[in-house]
């Protein structure tokens, strides 16, 4: 058996396996992060090993260093961006970047695990929320780390993870419009369930609430990112009397469709309805009129994500939060609004 594991007591590995009750080859499994063994027996063990102080030596170099980037789906433009980000970095330190697709917004799918234990990346990184607890310590049992970028949810105590400034980004965009004279100014975020979609609803209603103006159900809507999100939403927004005269959409893909949405509509950007977007993507530039956004340092944080990834022994970066500025960039999809 290939013990790659020390010990601070004199307590043997066949003294763990003899107190849990199973073989060697059982806790040498545990130790190594494989998932041929059961919850119970693992949790057993686990609890053991803790008890007796073992630690994992650090993993050798491998020849071809690898970090593993985990996405829900990689169908967009700010998935290209954060990939760029930890390709950069990778790259500084001679390692390769492996992609994969898997699970939901959450969490990746359970027959993710046994691949990425056989891959042993030098680590992981999450755009996702977190994971469930028997998956973080089959990780750590096998030294692999892991950091999350922009979690959906709010990410547990123990996993480092890098984000951005999502509430103040809300309020920039929404006080930019306001500023231009705008009363009826909707937001169309991103999914309900997700923190950043959230906290820039909760900067939009802060920004309206300093400029003495109501909100309501009518012009707040929950959309999924994409751009016939945003076309979608903006149709039935600007159907009829009473329509807004300005949207902030949650991201740069959503304020496609909004465009989109207001062409059809017979309306003209930003003449009759200002449009903001989020994220400031390259195609941000190219859209029709050029779109005023909120930039989301999508790069930098992937950059961020992936040294904390090359660093986990680092005090410094211990299940470390960092969240990073966003700035309002103003582009020609905004105007005051006519007589105001």
């Not at 693992?42 to 803790?50: C, G, S, T």
């Not at 994969?100 to 042993?120: D, F, I, K, N, Y």
């Not at 990346?121 to 994971?131: A, D, Q, R, Y």
């Not at 465009?259 to 190219?286: C, F, I, M, Q, T």
Request: some cysteine; proline content about 7%.
């Amino acid at each position: 058996m290939h013990d790659e594991h020390e010990t601070s007591g004199r307590v043997t590995l066949a003294t763990v396996a003899k107190e849990a009750g199973v073989s060697m080859p059982t806790v040498s499994k545990v130790l190594n992060g494989r998932s041929d063994v059961s919850r119970t027996t693992r949790a057993k063990v686990e609890r053991l090993l803790d008890t007796h102080g073992y630690r994992r030596r650090a993993q050798p170099a491998s020849r071809s260093p690898l970090i593993e980037v985990v996405f829900h789906e990689l169908e967009s433009v700010w998935a290209m961006e954060l990939i760029r980000g930890v390709q950069n970095v990778a790259r500084e330190n001679r390692a390769t970047v492996a992609l994969t697709e898997s699970g939901t917004r959450h969490t990746p799918a359970p027959e993710w695990l046994p691949g990425v234990l056989q891959r042993r990346p030098l680590g992981v990184v999450l755009v996702l929320s977190t994971l469930p607890e028997d998956i973080k310590r089959q990780l750590g049992a096998a030294a692999i780390p892991l950091v999350v970028i922009d979690p959906a949810g709010d990410p547990d105590s123990d996993v480092p993870s890098v984000g951005s400034a999502n509430w103040a980004g809300g309020l920039a965009a929404t006080r930019h419009l306001t500023d231009l004279g705008h009363e009826r100014v909707a937001i169309i975020t991103g999914p309900e369930d997700m923190l950043c979609s959230l906290a820039r609803l909760d900067g939009y209603r802060s920004a309206m609430a300093m400029a003495g103006l109501e909100t309501g159900p009518r012009l707040m809507r929950f959309g999924d990112f994409h751009v016939q999100s945003g076309f979608e939403h903006a149709m039935d927004l600007l159907n009829g009397p009473g329509r807004p005269t300005a949207i902030f959409a949650g991201s740069d893909l959503q304020a496609l469709g909004v465009l989109e949405a207001a062409r059809v509509r017979g309306l003209r950007v930003p003449e009759d309805l200002s449009v903001v977007g989020y994220d400031d993507v390259p195609l941000a530039l190219w859209s029709s009129p050029p779109l005023t956004t909120v930039h989301q340092p999508l790069r930098h944080m992937a950059e961020e994500a992936t040294r904390m990834l090359l660093r986990p022994d680092d005090p410094g970066t211990a299940a470390q939060r960092i969240e990073l500025a966003t700035h309002l960039v103003v582009r020609q999809s905004t105007a005051r609004l006519q007589g105001a």
